[in-house]
């Protein structure tokens, strides 16, 4: 890259990295010459706030098509495994590279699945509600499992499935997995039986999440799947929100057959107030804050930079999720 070409970087979406120093770092290191600045915006305001822009850093704000025409960006950086956030679709046919973190939270997430899981199966929110009321009993969570009589299940089976899946294994649970993309001796290689989605659904006493949104998995998980999960189980969620169908969730927690549901997300993000899994006594929320350590931070801020400055000078590094983009250049 020659000195006198000057790189626009604008993060869209700074909450929670204020300080910008390990982007200014990384960035600042790839090119000659850089200019960094950050807009709190999201969805059509971005094209109204940053202007023109080269390279444009999110987390969870929107970045749909009429962004991408009005700023002109060559790369749309997701602070993220998942990209959902961004028109991928329209990137492609702009020549606009999209880019993910493929590999930093894997340990976090995998420990949070089996957190949930154990919080419910033991009963800890009827517990503490419980307690918190003023009341002493142990019958207050009515009947509670040990992890060796249970089954986990995994809907999809990448890495952070992987970690949960090797966690719940010491815990004694009994492990299953199902993925339309591995085959069955890639599945078992990792230690879990592989299983059909019908056999995971029926078999599965805690049943966890971990596909991306797309059109086949956008509600896969709705009535007519919750009515034939296994008596007294459990819904944990650490994926995408829109993966489930939240009013039926809300009635099969409520009618059966689902004991409780772990989720770290939401169909809306932050929730709407009127939202009844959020309060519902049976569930654990937590604000999509699975990925999350300081460690997790940093990797995904300074590996998130490197991937975007990389995708800039167009090469296909792992982590650019749209590689066909270049050919539209």
């Known amino acids: 890259m020659s000195p006198e070409t000057q790189v626009r970087v604008v993060h869209i979406d700074p909450d929670g990295f204020e300080d910008l120093e390990i982007e200014r770092s990384e960035l600042g290191s790839e090119f000659d010459s850089m200019t960094f600045e950050a807009v709190d915006a999201s969805g059509k305001e971005v094209a109204n706030q940053v202007g023109t822009a080269d390279i444009i850093l999110t ?26 956030n961004v028109d991928v679709e329209a990137a492609t046919d702009r020549g606009v590279a999209v880019t993910n973190v493929p590999q930093y939270c894997d340990e976090e997430v995998g420990e949070h699945i089996v957190t949930l899981g154990l919080a419910l199966l033991r009963g800890l929110p009827q517990y503490e509600q419980h307690t918190a009321n003023g009341g002493w009993d142990w019958r207050a969570a009515g009947p509670v499992k040990t992890a060796t009589t249970q089954t986990f299940g995994f809907f999809a089976f990448g890495r952070k499935a992987r970690v949960a899946a090797k966690r719940a294994e010491d815990f004694g649970f009994n492990v299953i997995a199902h993925d ?20 995971l659904v029926e078999k599965s006493d805690l049943l966890s999440l971990n596909a991306p949104l797309t059109p086949e998995t956008e509600q896969l998980f709705d009535a007519s799947v919750f009515e034939r999960m296994a008596e007294n189980s459990v819904l944990i969620n650490t994926a995408r929100g829109r993966l ?7 009635d099969a927690l409520d009618n059966g057959p689902l004991r409780g549901a772990g989720l770290d997300v939401l169909a809306t993000e932050p929730p709407e107030k009127n939202n009844e899994l959020v309060t ?11 990925w999350f350590s300081p460690d997790a931070v940093e990797r995904v801020r300074r590996r998130g930079s490197q991937i975007a400055a990389a995708a800039y000078r167009g090469e296909a590094v792992d982590g650019v999720v749209n590689p066909e983009a270049f050919e539209s250049r």
């Open 59 to 84: 987390h969870y704000a929107a970045v749909p098509a009429e962004v991408m025409n009005a700023t002109e960006c060559s790369v749309v950086s997701c602070y993220a495994t998942g990209v959902d």
């Open 180 to 199: 339309p993309y591995l085959s069955d001796e890639e599945i078992r290689d990792a230690g879990p039986d592989p299983v059909s989605f019908n056999d």
């Open 244 to 250: 489930v169908d939240e009013d039926a969730l809300v």
């Open 280 to 290: 519902h006594p049976d569930t654990i929320v937590t604000p999509h804050a699975a």
